[in-house]
């Protein structure tokens, strides 16, 4: 019989190689053993054949007439010639046919084992898997025959060396970037062993390889185009075996891969660009009730490019219900003013905004809102700068959308739902969770979040002026510990015992009777506003880049917030007196005494912002965060020459109050605000001005004989 090669290939001499150079490599050859899972009959074979080749070439004579025929085969032209397997029958003739056109040598068919593996050694894996087959074939009784030696063994040795052409394929598909078809050439050849019941420890050997390549594999299968469903689902389904393996994006679990903590996260931030809104939506919302940090921070991203793309708001205020889980062990406020905005509560954005400590994202919003009384203006820029690039980037189906806060509210869809939207709807109060935190220690953003590239600046500039939320202390980075025994508590969660609260029977409002019923939130008046205002700032920016040298502010790190459009908001929830209250005596606190408080402070607040920007009764109603805050606002204003004239209107609904914890008092009011904005010279900005009537929560805390607000928020 023969086959397809030649004594100095098998040798692995050249074909000028002298006397020497030919024994030296024979004895080498001789030393290098197969692998110890072969049979002492293919090793003898192969050997044979080994010595076969040294005695032809070591000999002049022999060696001269085996060169002119080699020569002959290999450099002549000559019409390719089938190679037929030795004892062919009918049968096999049936089946693939190896062809070659490499010179071939004659063998003794019991040294056929010999011959297959000396194939193998020299990494003709292909040959092999076409040579081999058929010998294994049922109707085939050329084994069964033991004309290649024992039949149990030959069949062995023919599946074992089926089984290793596989597995040394599937490596060589493997650095060639091939993962789907490594994938293919491995479990076939596990599949022979297992099916034979042979060799475990190579099995295991194959095993490991498929689960080092399943990650790669996943990211082929998902860079498939969306009309290959069947490829796809493939590739969720491996991503889903590992992350089950190990636990979730962020367990600590095994799943074989090799991959650390941090590589897997990389791989992942890495797959999510194949992967569409819903298959991120499906993913990770399912991966966040392991729990997962890591995951529900991802869904949150998933949900806010749905909703926003999709023109669905119910989907950012999943995300925002996310976030509150989320923020009482990071500083996620920026994407907490992302969902406020997206919702059209411009207010409660501003107040999230506040508590953010990302230095450099703030700075950059504060920067694009100069001359405007909160943050919104910057907020918007950022805002749609983020979602295109730290948002649509991850979604293969959003990575070439454009992004427009001004064609989102447009959206007849998105007006109608916010619309209809109750004022609790989702607007929960942020300062909730730093209420239950502590001054940061140094704790930064969750890891995992920063290795994934989603991460944001860690630090935050001194907000400017806008409706602060928290009933905590000054701080805005959380971290899980206990509430501070002396900050009041205002979640819209807790509910007083019938001691706690007095249901109050509105009074006369002082000027009207005007309904308190919020208006509806002028969503195709921000859509307007919105482009206006970013095409006005760019031209600004451009003006001031010729005439001051270039001076340009950074591009937004990878920030969480989405800014939302710059409209007349009624800046309505706390701070300041004119004039120092009367003490009130210890355990008493009342509508009266509330409605006195929150009054001094509206007018308080009138005197900050209007002509004489006069913020000395400020210290008189406001505790702190709130006092620095709006004093700080009160300056910026005034720094640009602009001031306000206040009307308010106040009605007192509902008291909170416990005797037994007399420091602390809630108080939930109806306030009408009506504001004119002033330019520097004294012109009226319409734009800006507005007339709100709004619900307001107010937590206030006694210190001494005299109360203080020290937080607010609109319901």
């Known amino acids: 019989m023969r086959i397809p090669l030649d004594y100095y290939r098998i040798l692995g001499v050249p074909t000028k190689a002298t006397t020497a150079q030919i024994t030296q ?92 593996l000396l194939l193998l050694e020299l990494g003709e894996y292909e040959l092999v898997l076409k040579l081999v087959p058929p010998y294994l074939k049922s109707k085939s009784n050329l084994v069964k025959q033991d004309l290649f030696g024992s039949a149990e063994v030959v069949t062995s040795e023919l599946i074992l060396c089926l089984a290793l052409a596989y597995l040394e394929l599937s490596r060589e598909q493997w650095q060639q970037g091939r993962y789907e078809a490594a994938a293919e050439s491995g479990l076939a050849g596990q599949k022979l062993l297992i099916d034979a019941g042979i060799f475990p420890s190579l099995r295991g050997e194959i095993q490991g390889d498929l689960d080092r390549l399943r990650p790669y594999q996943a990211l082929e299968l998902l860079s498939q185009p969306e009309s290959e469903t069947a490829l796809r689902t493939k590739g969720l389904q491996l991503l889903q075996a590992m992350l089950d393996a190990r636990g979730g994006i962020d367990g600590a679990g095994d799943d074989q891969s090799g991959l650390s903590m941090d590589d897997f996260l990389r791989f992942i931030q890495q797959l999510r660009s194949y992967l569409t809104v819903k298959e991120q939506q499906d993913l990770f919302i399912a991966e966040s009730k392991r729990p997962s940090a890591v995951s529900t921070y991802l869904a949150v991203y998933a949900l806010l490019a749905g909703g926003f793309s999709s023109r669905q708001p119910e989907s950012i205020i999943k995300a925002k219900e996310k976030l509150l889980r989320l923020g009482k062990r990071q500083d996620v406020h920026l994407e907490q003013a992302i969902c406020a905005l997206l919702l059209g509560q411009t207010e409660e954005a501003n107040q999230a ?43 293969r189906d959003l990575s070439s959308e454009s992004v427009s806060l001004t064609e989102y509210f447009a959206d007849d869809q998105v007006q109608q739902y916010l619309e209809q939207l109750p004022a609790e709807s989702g607007a929960q109060d942020w300062s909730i969770v730093a209420s239950e935190s502590a001054k940061p220690t140094g704790q930064t953003r969750l890891e995992p979040v920063a290795d994934l590239s989603v991460s944001r600046p860690s630090k935050v500039s001194k907000p400017e002026e806008t409706a602060p939320t928290t009933s905590a202390t000054a701080t805005s980075k959380v971290t899980p510990i206990s509430r501070p025994s002396s900050a009041p ?48 700032i760019l031209v600004v920016k451009a003006i001031a880049s010729l005439v001051g040298g270039g001076n340009t502010i950074k591009d937004p790190l990878q920030v969480s917030v989405t800014g939302e459009p710059p409209i007349p908001i009624p800046i309505i929830e706390e701070v300041a007196t004119e004039a120092p209250l009367s003490k009130v005596p210890e355990g008493e606190f009342d509508a009266a005494i509330a409605e006195r408080l929150i009054q001094t402070w509206l007018d308080g607040k009138a005197l900050a912002f209007g002509e004489s920007h006069d913020t000395s009764s400020l210290p008189e109603i406001l505790a702190e965060p709130l006092l620095s805050r709006w004093v700080n606002g009160a300056r910026d204003v005034e720094a640009v020459g602009n001031y306000r004239e206040y009307e308010h209107e106040l009605s007192i609904s509902e008291v909170s109050f416990d005797p037994e914890s007399p420091d602390v008092a809630n108080v939930v009011a109806e306030v009408t605000e009506n504001a004119k904005y002033y330019l520097p010279g004294g012109e009226l900005d319409s734009g800006r001005s507005y007339d709100s009537q709004l619900t307001v929560r107010y937590g206030l805390i006694r210190q001494g004989e005299q109360w203080f607000i020290q937080s607010s928020a609109v319901l």
């Open 25 to 116: 490599a024979y004895r080498d050859r001789v030393a290098q053993l197969p692998r110890r899972e072969h049979s002492d009959l293919a090793i003898q074979a192969r050997n044979n054949i080994i010595e076969q080749s040294y005695q032809v070439l070591s000999q002049t004579e022999k060696r001269a007439v085996y060169d002119n025929e080699f020569l002959n085969d290999t450099y002549q032209l000559e019409s390719q010639s089938r190679l037929r397997l030795p004892f062919q029958s009918s049968e096999i003739e049936a089946a693939e046919d190896a062809e070659t056109s490499n010179p071939a040598i004659a063998i003794e068919q019991t040294d056929f084992l010999g011959g297959i």
């Open 353 to 395: 905004l506040e508590l953010s400590q990302e230095y450099e994202a703030i700075a950059y919003i504060r920067d694009n809102s100069k001359d405007a009384p909160d943050l919104l203006p910057g907020l918007c820029l950022y805002g749609e700068k983020w979602l295109k690039t730290e948002v649509f980037s991850h979604f």
């Open 489 to 536: 508590i205002t979640p819209r969660t807790q509910t007083a015992t019938p001691a706690q609260t007095a249901k109050i029977k509105k009074p006369k409002k002082r000027k009207s009777n005007r309904n308190l019923k919020r208006k509806p939130f002028p969503f195709k008046g921000i859509a307007i506003l919105v482009g206006g205002l970013v095409a006005l």
